[in-house]
């Protein structure tokens, strides 16, 4: 396994997600490494198709081109799958997790039907099409990591879609502000007409207090599918299980923190210090071994069902 790869998806995941980098230290080598290429495919394509890098950059403009800079990851992502060398670091990482971990075609295009969501700037009028995007840029990426841990069950597939789920929930519900900023809005425009806020106007200091509102009731949807998750962490075997219940852990603490926060809650970006992180590694060392003797519950009707 070529060296400059893996350097290159773990300055990936250190640059642009520090909550994810901190939980994927607890795997195991080969997991690990496995992990933070998925992670760096999964950052590539969305740093292309929005002109940004690692995360960081993305400014409200012109997106014509983003179209085109999609079809061209789709096509490469097919190539990826068909065998044929991959010039692009992160590509060939990707390359070597799909082989290695036998992850399905429909998983990574799923991915990329996400980024069409923004390219194509759809509209999320309920709750179930909000749902639906998280699916994409997120649920589904709980699938594929779940498989780079091993699972094959379909029940343990599905838990993974629900952490996924949930952490997608939190991000939406932590740059509410931030993404209104460049023209995208998650919040179904149900929510929004029945707070009296404006979609052009969301980012406007006057409509704080009403958006705190709608972002608590974004956490409070994310819990259930947190509580989902826990019966799938049962299933990893103990390292990752470990992991995947420090980034739960980790994720879920920003939610807690942004509803707390109120109408202040995008006064600065909230994140967790190294010492919450520490912290909640050692609440996940105990919730992984937890798992070992707990019985699963079954999960909720009424949670968002992802596609089989």
């Known amino acids: ?43 590539h394509c969305d740093d ?29 992502t097919r190539r990826a799958f068909a065998g044929e060398p991959m010039t692009e670091p992160a590509f060939a990482a990707f390359q070597q997790v799909i082989q290695r971990h036998k992850i399905p075609e429909q998983y990574p295009l799923d991915h990329l ?17 909000t749902l639906d995007y998280c699916y994409h840029v997120a649920g ?18 599905d838990r993974a879609c629900d952490l996924g789920m949930a952490f997608q929930l939190t991000n939406i519900a932590r740059d509410i502000v931030e993404d209104a900023r460049i023209g995208r809005v ?32 974004l956490i409070a949807l994310a819990e259930p599918y947190y509580t989902s998750a826990v019966s799938g962490i049962a299933d990893l075997p103990l390292r990752s299980a470990w992991s995947i219940a420090t980034a739960r852990a980790v994720y879920r603490e920003i939610g807690v ?19 919450d992180k520490l912290r909640l590694a050692t609440g996940g060392a105990l919730l992984a071994m937890r798992s ?7 999960r909720p009707d009424n949670l968002w069902r992802r596609p089989h």
């Open 113 to 129: 039907a996400g980024f069409r969501m923004d390219v194509e700037e759809r509209v999320y009028h309920h709750i179930d099409d």
């Open 292 to 298: 070992r003797v707990m019985r699963p519950t079954p």
């Open 140 to 157: 589904v990426v709980g699938v594929m990591m779940a498989r780079i841990m091993g699972a094959e069950d379909e029940r343990t597939l």
């Open 48 to 76: 292309v198709v929005d002109g940004q890098e690692l995360g960081h950059g993305q400014v409200l403009g012109d997106r014509s081109a983003s179209k085109a800079r999609l079809e061209e990851l789709e096509h490469e």
């Open 1 to 43: 396994m070529s060296t400059a790869v893996i350097d290159h998806a773990t300055q990936s995941i250190n640059v642009g997600s520090k909550s994810f980098a901190a939980a994927a230290r607890l795997f195991d080598e080969q997991t690990r490494q496995s992990a933070v290429m998925l992670y760096a495919w999964c950052r």
């Open 257 to 275: 923190k942004v509803y707390a926060r109120g109408s202040h809650a995008w006064d600065s970006r909230v994140s967790t210090s190294s010492w």
């Open 186 to 217: 998650y919040l179904p425009r149900a929510w929004l007409d029945e707070a009296d806020i404006p979609t052009v106007a969301l980012a406007d200091p006057q409509y704080r207090p009403a958006l705190a509102t709608l972002a608590q009731r």
